[in-house]
């Protein structure tokens, strides 16, 4: 079956630690990969995408993401987190031209001051 | 420029009645996708509307419907509401590829 498998429900962490959020998908074809978080209180915001070229994409807020096509996955990377990273994230993949987008069940991350 | 806004914000309902929900898309957007997200789960697609047609739809049942208008604002209906339809709903506009959410409509139905 088609799906958006994200391996951490819950990461917690201390401030400064690095950060890797792992994502992989089960579509086959071409896809268009995307990170979204949605901070506290707030509605969902795009980090980064993927849509070609450099599997390694940078997004906002010092974040970045490897596509590796081999393994169907698309983990999400921060050298150095800080408190104001503590939000929920979810991978997504879309796919026929991104007139469905698929959403993975999110991973709450909490960093510790 | 205004964001995506939905309306409204909360909404109480029981079980067996009507709802619509209502969204205005990001200026200079002309797709509009709606997603149901139920507490501690990621976003599901419900459907996609462009040109006021519906253009691709997820797996939920015809109980889900839409609109869009020729101003490129939607509006997802859901009718005889269950319980398990309680849920934040979510609007997202786009323009080609990359899509930009709304803050939802919570939806309780009991």
Same mark, same amino acid.
């Given at each position: 079956?088609? !799906?958006?498998?994200?391996?951490?429900?819950?990461?917690?962490? !201390?401030?400064?630690?690095?950060?890797?959020?792992?994502?992989?998908?089960?579509?086959?074809?071409?896809?268009?990969?995307?990170?979204?978080?949605?901070?506290?209180?707030?509605?969902?915001?795009?980090?980064?995408?993927?849509?070609?070229?450099?599997?390694?994409?940078?997004?906002?807020?010092?974040?970045?993401? +490897? @596509?590796?096509?081999?393994? @169907?996955?698309?983990?999400?990377?921060?050298? !150095?987190?800080?408190?104001?990273?503590?939000? +929920?994230?979810?991978?997504?993949?879309?796919?026929?031209?991104?007139?469905?987008?698929? @959403?993975?069940?999110?991973?709450?991350?909490?960093?510790?001051? | /420029?205004?964001?995506?806004?939905?309306?409204?914000?909360?909404?109480?309902k029981t079980r067996?009645? %009507?709802?619509?929900?209502?969204?205005? $898309?990001?200026?200079?957007? /002309?797709?509009? &996708?709606?997603?149901?997200?139920?507490?501690? %789960?990621? *976003?599901?697609?419900?459907?996609?509307?462009?040109?006021?047609?519906?253009?691709?739809?997820?797996?939920? $049942? /015809?109980?889900?419907?839409?609109?869009?208008? *020729?101003?490129? &604002?939607?509006?997802?209906?859901?009718?005889?509401l269950l319980l398990?339809d309680s849920?934040?709903?979510?609007?997202? &506009?786009?323009?080609? &590829?990359? %899509?930009?959410?709304?803050?939802?409509?919570?939806l309780t139905v009991t």
């Open positions: 079956a088609q !799906s958006v498998s994200q391996h951490n429900h819950h990461v917690i962490l !201390s401030e400064a630690a690095s950060l890797e959020l792992g994502c992989n998908y089960s579509y086959g074809g071409t896809v268009n990969l995307f990170w979204y978080v949605q901070y506290p209180g707030q509605h969902l915001q795009l980090l980064l995408k993927y849509f070609s070229g450099d599997p390694l994409v940078k997004g906002i807020k010092g974040f970045e993401a +490897e @596509f590796i096509k081999s393994k @169907f996955s698309f983990n999400l990377r921060k050298p !150095s987190v800080q408190w104001s990273d503590t939000a +929920e994230y979810f991978c997504a993949v879309g796919v026929q031209n991104n007139n469905d987008m698929r @959403f993975g069940a999110g991973t709450r991350l909490t960093v510790k001051p | /420029d205004a964001g995506v806004t939905q309306s409204p914000t909360h909404l109480i067996g009645q %009507q709802v619509t929900l209502r969204c205005s $898309p990001k200026s200079g957007h /002309d797709t509009v &996708s709606w997603y149901q997200q139920a507490l501690g %789960q990621g *976003p599901q697609f419900i459907f996609q509307y462009y040109e006021e047609e519906e253009r691709q739809r997820g797996n939920f $049942p /015809d109980r889900f419907s839409g609109h869009q208008f *020729p101003n490129y &604002s939607s509006e997802l209906n859901v009718n005889a398990g849920a934040l709903y979510l609007c997202a &506009s786009s323009f080609a &590829s990359e %899509q930009y959410f709304g803050p939802g409509t919570r």
